[in-house]
Structures are given as structure tokens and as C-alpha cells.
């Protein structure tokens, strides 16, 4: 009976969220109140299980979140982002500027809050993309989606990574040298296997992209021959011309039929984020709202987050080493790496911007942080609630190596939860807190490493984001593109990630 109590609970939290629309944190608390005393905890012993679930996740990472999106906030304030990428483009040319938006975004600024590093590099992604030929817009959007999101499950500090360590118990030095290997191989192999179905017809700009203000689709094919030479030889993103060659043989005609899609979010230019205005400019003051002085040189607006990974990359190599130091551990700990980054990006805020601009940044920061920390903290409770109900004796017989369940079985069963709990709820960070609260609690019975049980659940809660996500409908007007373009951009690439990445896994756990 406990494995039923458990799969009508979780069920009870995926139609609350999917039906009615409930959020989730009261969805969340709804199936652990259900579960508990469903399964003979009791009022009190289930509400005070709910409440230590809660405690005990927020003991884990609820500084690392506060501290992440806080710093977060602070950096996209300042444009570093946007900096970093117009200077990938101009370093690389539009040909390879895709690879550097997914390899930069998933791995230098790995996503601490998605919707915000959408908002940052979306303009960048879509003002980039007519240099890149006929396929630079979904060329661009895929490698947007592959870089936030995969940075977002695998890599420190996104907060589907701290999540999925701090219900596991995985140390976080351990899931920074995993993640930080495997987060950016999987985007950037995402990325080139969507540019190869790309070639193959799998994108129609006639029905998958929103007409915008930048002419009709015979002036952009005519872009498109223009600037196709430079970006085949890896150019420098425009910064010399091409002389036109004319119109392609195949440029629809002005007015040709090519229907207005996507509804009532689609954006204009001129609706459209400053930034999407330029690429190869720097980022000045005059860029940046709030800003008093020229905004830091590229190397100095990317130590706050660089100071923080090589203190949590040193700890791990002392204690990997065997290198006993309270000072080594007092400066690799994530909670001391990641309050440093913080107070960098601070120091540095205040001298480039206004104090209200600063403060408004902060202010963003904090309402984001409750938000993340409730819906975090109550997946911590029903995870704390299935602990208790002796689900782990249950399920310990169907996972566990003395069943005859391979490791590989192990991990495709656990990424399968993930993916479908994804795919139910609508949201990557729910699905893989609740698949983490699945598998918390008979993990000691698995014959596989914690780090790689982790690994798993982000790759399954990365599986195909779809309609039921916010994130897809700011993806679709944010990047230009129809409600169908956005299943190819986002959901089909974000599926492929998650494939990618699970074999990336298997391979893992072999060498571990």
C-alpha cells in the first residue's frame, strides 16, 4: 500500500499543477499532507515531518540559493553576459558563435535563475543570428536552450544542480567536477547534432519564425548569401562586408503569405530589449541602466564567478589529494565560495552603478530567492515524507543490484522518473527535486554512486520542456519564433540534451 499512497500523492501534485493550475509549493504540500497520513504517520508525526523535510534541505543549499541568485542578479545588472558573448562573436565569427553561446552559458555562467539568463541572452541570440545565414535563428535558440538549461541540472551553481546535491547528499566539490565536465560536452554535442538535422530540413523559417521588422524574407535571404561566406570561414561576425551577390532563387516575394504565427506573444524590434540593437559593439554605461561608470573590462566582471568555482574546485582537489587544512576547507566550502562571489559582484555593482540601481537589483534578487527557496524547501518535505513511510524497503527491491538490475538499468530507470515527472509537471526544477526525493531514501541500497544517481536526475528533468512551462512561452516571443519554432528550438532540443547527456552518464559510471 505505501508504493500506492506514494504514486496517487505524486499524482495529486502533477493534476493540482496541471488541471486547476495550483502552484506548485501548495501542490507540493498538498500530496506531502495526503502521503503522511495516508501511510500511518499521523497528523503530528506528518506535519513535523514535513516541517525538519523542510529544515533539512534549507540547512543543505538555502544559503547557496540565496547567495546564487543574488549574484545572479547582480551580474546580469551590469551586462556581463552580454559583454562575454559579443566577445565570443567577435573572437570567433558567427560560424562558431553558437558552440561559444552554449559552451559560455552553460559552463561560465552556469543558470542561476533560467528565466533571467533568458531574458539577458535571448536579444543577443536573435540580434546575432541574421549573420549566421538561413539558419541562424533556430541555429541560435537551440544553443540558447541547450546552454541555460543543461547548465541549469548539471553544473554549479544552477539551482537544479545545488537542489539535486543537497537531497542527495552529494558533496557539492564532487558535483562541480562532474557537472563541469559533463554540463558543457552535452550542450555543445546538442548543439552540433541540432545544426546537423537543421541541414536536413527539420526547420521552416515560413511557419517557425515570426516576421519582424528586419524587411521581408527576400531582403533577409539576401542577407543570408551575403554574409554565408564569413560565417563558413569563421569570420569576425560582419565586421567586414561582403558585396551582395542579389536575391536567392528561392527568396519568397514580399507579401508572399508567410503568416503572422505565434499569437499574441510575439515581440517586435522595436518592443524588443535594448540589447538586441547590436553584437559587436562593447557594452558601455550608455548600455546599462543605472550606470554611473564604463563598465568593467570582460576579465574582471567574470571573477565573481570564476573566484567561486576555483575555491570549490580547490577544496575538492585538496580533499581528493588528501591535503588537510582548515583553511583550504574553510575557503572551498560552497556557502564561504559562493558569499565571496556575491560580495564581489556587489563591490563591483556599487562602483560601476547608481546606489538605486543596485538596490533594485538586489530587491529582484530577494523576490526571486523566496520564490525558489519555498518551492525548493517543500520538495524537501515530501521527499522527507516518503523517507518515513518505508517506501525505501518497497522500492529497494526494484532498484537495488541484488534484484539482478544492472548499473545501467539503475540509471535509465532513475532518469526515466525524472523525465517523466518533467514532462508532467512542466517545470525542471520541480520534477528533479521530486525525483530526488523518490530516490533519497533507498540510495544507500543502490549499487551506484551517489554522484552518478545525481547526475541522472538532471538529465531526466531536463527531458523535453514544453507547453506547460512558462519558460516556453517567454522563450517563443523572445527569440522570434512560432509556437511550433519554439517545440523545435526548446522542446525537441531540450529532449536531445537529455538523451546526450544520459549517455554521457552511462559512460560515467563506468570510470567511477
Not at 541484488?402 to 508532467?424: C, E, F, Y
Amino acid at each position: 500500500m505505501t508504493a500506492l499512497h506514494t504514486a496517487i500523492a505524486i499524482l495529486v501534485v502533477i493534476l493540482l499543477i496541471l488541471v486547476p493550475k495550483v502552484e506548485p509549493v501548495i501542490a507540493l504540500v498538498i500530496g506531502s499532507l495526503y502521503l503522511g497520513i495516508a501511510s500511518g504517520l499521523g497528523f503530528e508525526g506528518t506535519i513535523h515531518t514535513i516541517v525538519d523535510g523542510f529544515g533539512d534541505i534549507m540547512a543543505e543549499v538555502g544559503l547557496l540559493i540565496g547567495f546564487g541568485v543574488l549574484l545572479g542578479s547582480l551580474l546580469n545588472s551590469m551586462g556581463s553576459l552580454q559583454k562575454l558573448v559579443e566577445k565570443l562573436l567577435r573572437a570567433l565569427g558567427p560560424g562558431k558563435l553558437p558552440y561559444a553561446l552554449a559552451g559560455a552559458l552553460s559552463a561560465v555562467f552556469p543558470s542561476i535563475y533560467v528565466d533571467v539568463q533568458l531574458v539577458l541572452a535571448a536579444p543577443l541570440a536573435k540580434s546575432a543570428a541574421p549573420r549566421m545565414g538561413r539558419y541562424g535563428l533556430p541555429m541560435m535558440s537551440g544553443a540558447l536552450s541547450a546552454g541555460i538549461l543543461v547548465g541549469y541540472v548539471f553544473v554549479v551553481p544552477g539551482l537544479g544542480t545545488l537542489a539535486i546535491a543537497g537531497l542527495l547528499h552529494v558533496p557539492l566539490s564532487t558535483m562541480l567536477v562532474y557537472g563541469f565536465v559533463l554540463g558543457p560536452l552535452a550542450a555543445l554535442l546538442t548543439t552540433f547534432l541540432y545544426g546537423r538535422l537543421l541541414r536536413h530540413g527539420l526547420w521552416n523559417p515560413e511557419t517557425d519564425e515570426v516576421p519582424d521588422a528586419e524587411g521581408t524574407q527576400e531582403e533577409r535571404d539576401e542577407r543570408a548569401d551575403r554574409d554565408a561566406p564569413a560565417a563558413d570561414a569563421g569570420g569576425s561576425g560582419g565586421a567586414k562586408s561582403v558585396p551582395p551577390r542579389g536575391p536567392r532563387g528561392n527568396a519568397a516575394a514580399p507579401g508572399s503569405g508567410r503568416r503572422p504565427a505565434g499569437g499574441s506573444g510575439a515581440v517586435t524590434t522595436a518592443e524588443a530589449p535594448a540589447a538586441a540593437t547590436t553584437v559587436a559593439a562593447d557594452v558601455t554605461e550608455a548600455d546599462v541602466p543605472g550606470a554611473r561608470r564604463p563598465m568593467p573590462p570582460l576579465y574582471l566582471a567574470l571573477l565573481p564567478i570564476a573566484v567561486p568555482l576555483l575555491l570549490i574546485a580547490t577544496g575538492a582537489i585538496s580533499d581528493a589529494a588528501g591535503v588537510k587544512s582548515d583553511l583550504l576547507t574553510f575557503l572551498g566550502d560552497p556557502a564561504f565560495a559562493l558569499f565571496a562571489g556575491l560580495v564581489g559582484a556587489y563591490a563591483l555593482a556599487k562602483w560601476v552603478l547608481t546606489d538605486e540601481r543596485v538596490g533594485e537589483a538586489m530587491t529582484e534578487g530577494f523576490h526571486s530567492t523566496g520564490q525558489i527557496l519555498l518551492v525548493t524547501g517543500v520538495g524537501g518535505s515530501l521527499g522527507a515524507v516518503i523517507g518515513e513511510t518505508g517506501l525505501d524497503d518497497v522500492l529497494a527491491g526494484v532498484f537495488s543490484a541484488d534484484a539482478g538490475m544492472s548499473t545501467v538499468v539503475t540509471i535509465l530507470l532513475v532518469w526515466l522518473v525524472a523525465a517523466l515527472l518533467h514532462l508532467a509537471i512542466g517545470s525542471i526544477g520541480v520534477a528533479a527535486i521530486a525525483a530526488a526525493g523518490i530516490i533519497a531514501p533507498i540510495m544507500g541500497e543502490l549499487a551506484v554512486p551517489p554522484a552518478v544517481l545525481a547526475l541522472a536526475i538532471g538529465s531526466g528533468s531536463l527531458f523535453a520542456l514544453q507547453v506547460n512551462s512558462n519558460f516556453f512561452w517567454m522563450f517563443q516571443p523572445l527569440l522570434g519564433v512560432t509556437t511550433r519554432g519554439a517545440l523545435k528550438a526548446l522542446t525537441f532540443v531540450t529532449a536531445l540534451a537529455s538523451v546526450v547527456s544520459l549517455a554521457l552518464v552511462i559512460a560515467v559510471s563506468f570510470v567511477v
